[in-house]
């Protein structure tokens, strides 16, 4: 399942995916945000945990914040090197191959950590979890950009899939919520929709409790149109952002976490 994110058309096509023009407005806000979100001030250090082709350690990087940047895989780390290079960041960014689920970072390295749209990729989230928590200072804060399980485009798709009488094969139902693995061969790729609730409680037991959450992406319905309803969808999404829409309809969610002081 690995193998997907070493192929430079995963990463070419993340980019028609997800960073349309359009698309960069909310980006740039819902970084921004987090960083608020977890007070963070310029010249501290945050560890990107997936930093695929490095978009937000760039974002991350721009706004001040010297960036540990790491991913599993070298095809990415190499296109992240190359787009932060051209940004002319790559003095705050420094960038190493590590896997989530068995990190070689000491206990309570880092005072901040962001995982954005990595851990629905790993069927073995609670093994991610677990890692990036104990990394976390007590007092330091984890920001997770997640897929959200009671999203409207899921609810539409169960509704249309009804109607046509074709049920969605392979899904799992999981305590973290529900999975499911798309694609064949060595092209695999591993979705979580994840139960917010569910997350918070997994954390809460890892003395960590959520301080903040707030709308994503409103959908990725776009993902399936293209030219003008694709555009008019994704200004949708930036309206909702704007709008701060309750963030259990959405199909991304940002979850902030602190972790709480040792007794």
């Known amino acids: 399942m690995r193998d997907v994110f070493e ?10 995916d997800y960073y349309h023009p359009i698309s960069l407005w ?4 819902a970084i921004s945000d ?11 250090t945050i560890l ?4 695929g082709p490095g978009v937000h350690s760039i974002r991350v990087a721009k706004a001040g914040m010297r960036v540990c940047a790491i ?21 705050r960014i420094e960038f190493h191959q590590k896997d989530l689920t068995e990190l070689d970072f000491p206990d309570a390295h880092f005072n901040y950590v962001f995982s954005w749209g990595v851990v629905i990729h790993i069927p073995d989230a609670e093994r991610a979890l677990d890692e990036l928590s ?21 609810k539409i798709e169960s509704f249309v899939r009804f109607v046509i009488r074709k049920p969605k094969k392979g899904m799992k139902k999981l305590p973290l ?3 499911i693995c798309y694609g064949k061969g060595q092209n695999k790729l591993w979705v979580w929709r994840f139960d917010a609730n569910a997350i918070t409680e997994y954390l809460s037991k890892r003395n960590f409790r959520l301080v903040n959450r707030h ?28 709008l701060n829409l309750p963030p259990h309809i959405a199909v991304g969610t940002l979850l902030v976490f602190e972790k709480r002081q040792n007794l």
């Open 26 to 29: 909310l980006y740039d806000r």
């Open 34 to 44: 987090m960083l608020r979100f977890m007070e963070i001030t310029p010249g501290e």
């Open 134 to 154: 104990r990394i976390i200072k007590p007092g330091g804060k984890l920001a997770l950009y997640l897929t959200n399980k009671t999203a409207l485009d899921h």
């Open 215 to 242: 709308i994503g992406e409103l959908s990725q319905l776009q993902l399936r149109c293209k030219g003008l309803p694709r555009r008019a969808l994704l200004k949708i999404n930036n309206l909702a952002y704007s």
């Open 177 to 179: 919520g529900n999975g």
């Open 71 to 91: 991913d599993i895989s070298k095809a990415m780390l190499q296109q992240a090197h190359l787009r932060a290079k051209s940004e002319r960041v790559l003095d």
């Open 7 to 16: 192929k430079k058309e995963t990463i070419s096509k993340w980019d028609d």
């Open 48 to 51: 990107d945990a997936g930093c």
